[in-house]
């Protein structure tokens, strides 16, 4: 049992070119989510997932875009990269929505320059 | 929207000593769930207690251990006997609905 995993671990983009983070968790939840964290700052929810087939925005959506096929994957895509999106992002996965905990990634470290 | 603040940056304490982080949180809603979150060096974020608001009896996990005040809107988190394996980054985590907010956490740091 892996929990959640995330690729890359590190990833360097030119501005403007585009990349896919990816995330897969095999614990059969159904929400999954996608956080980024800027230096010094706690996590801010970019992207979520409720189940397959249904994504919704966060607080800091701008710039990315989501897709969840199946209950296991759960990709972030960013179009255009911008220095400001250099962050470390972390995927994670509960099993509802409410109270039980989320299960988090090891993360992505991404420089955009 | 909700808020959590974390007011201590960067806190330390000798090893075996008893430290308290603190955690306030603004919100409307009356069930709610709060967390504490470590994250070490690894970056890994590791669950350290769970709270539920409708509980009145405050989470103990070993040496962890919460005191809630729900009228204040108050979640510190106590550690007792402080190991060298609780340096870390610690966050105080806000739930309702499908949203988890963090706040902006604070740096332990264990002396031997």
């Known amino acids: 049992n892996a929990g959640v995993t995330q690729t890359p671990k590190f990833r360097i983009l030119k501005i403007g070119q585009s990349m896919t983070l990816q995330c897969t968790q095999d614990?059969?939840?159904?929400?999954m989510y996608w956080y980024r964290q800027d230096p010094g700052m706690g996590l801010k929810l970019i992207y979520y997932?409720?189940?397959?087939?249904?994504?919704d925005k966060g607080e800091v959506p701008n710039g990315y875009n989501v897709s969840r096929s199946t209950t296991e994957d759960f990709p972030l895509r960013l179009e255009l990269a911008a220095p400001s999106q250099t962050s470390v992002y972390f995927c994670?996965?509960?099993?509802?929505?409410?109270?039980?905990?989320?299960?988090f990634g090891p993360g992505t470290r991404l420089t955009v320059t | 929207a909700q808020t959590v603040t974390q007011s201590q940056p960067e806190m330390s304490v000798q090893e075996a000593e008893t430290v308290t982080l603190s955690c306030t949180y603004d919100?409307?809603?009356?069930?709610?769930?709060l967390f504490w979150y470590k994250q070490p060096p690894s970056r890994q974020m590791i669950l350290v207690i769970r709270?539920?608001?409708?509980?009145?009896q405050n989470a103990t996990e070993n040496r962890f251990s919460v005191n809630f005040q729900k009228a204040a809107k108050s979640f510190s988190l106590k550690i007792s006997d402080s190991q060298l394996g609780d340096t870390a980054r610690y966050f105080c985590?806000?739930?309702?609905?499908?949203?988890?907010?963090f706040g902006s956490g604070t740096q332990l740091t264990v002396l031997p």
């Open positions: 994670a996965s509960s099993t509802t929505g409410n109270s039980y905990e989320q299960y």
């Open positions: 614990m059969n939840h159904n929400y």
């Open positions: 997932s409720v189940g397959a087939g249904i994504t």
């Open positions: 919100t409307s809603e009356n069930n709610y769930y």
């Open positions: 709270q539920e608001a409708y509980k009145q």
């Open positions: 985590a806000f739930k309702s609905a499908r949203q988890l907010t």
